[in-house]
């Protein structure tokens, strides 16, 4: 049976932003060997879209309250796009350390 599901973020300064996951959004985490975190997910959701392309995937963070998150964020010193409304949800990306960004939005959707 599946259990569960792991997803990697490949990124130019790996250090830097297994730290940001680690201090600023404050997931939890083990040390498997010397460093190499493995950081614990909140509640996720699976969705398929239609693509001309097949090995394409996306990782978005989610949350209930987007303006909130982003204040806090902010307070943190984390910069980020301004927020688009889009048809499931408010969107914005909160730029990692590392160069790379991360989707966060808060869902219009149900949640399963």
Do not use: C
């Not at 932003?17 to 975190?37: E, M, S």
């Not at 493995?38 to 949350?63: G, Q, Y």
């Not at 209930?64 to 969107?91: F, I, M």
């Amino acid at each position: 049976m599946i259990n569960g599901g792991h997803v990697v973020i490949y990124s130019k300064d790996a250090e830097a932003d297994k730290a940001f996951i680690r201090d600023v959004l404050k997931f939890p985490h083990i040390d498997v060997h010397n460093g190499w975190l493995i950081f614990k997910l909140p509640p996720s959701e699976l969705a398929v879209h239609p693509s001309d392309e097949n090995d394409r995937h996306e990782f978005f963070l989610m949350t209930d309250h987007l303006d909130g998150e982003l204040a806090s964020l902010e307070k943190a010193g984390v910069t980020y796009e301004s927020p688009s409304q889009q048809a499931w949800g408010r969107l914005t990306r909160i730029r990692l350390p590392g160069g790379g960004t991360l989707g966060l939005y808060q869902p219009r959707h149900a949640r399963p």
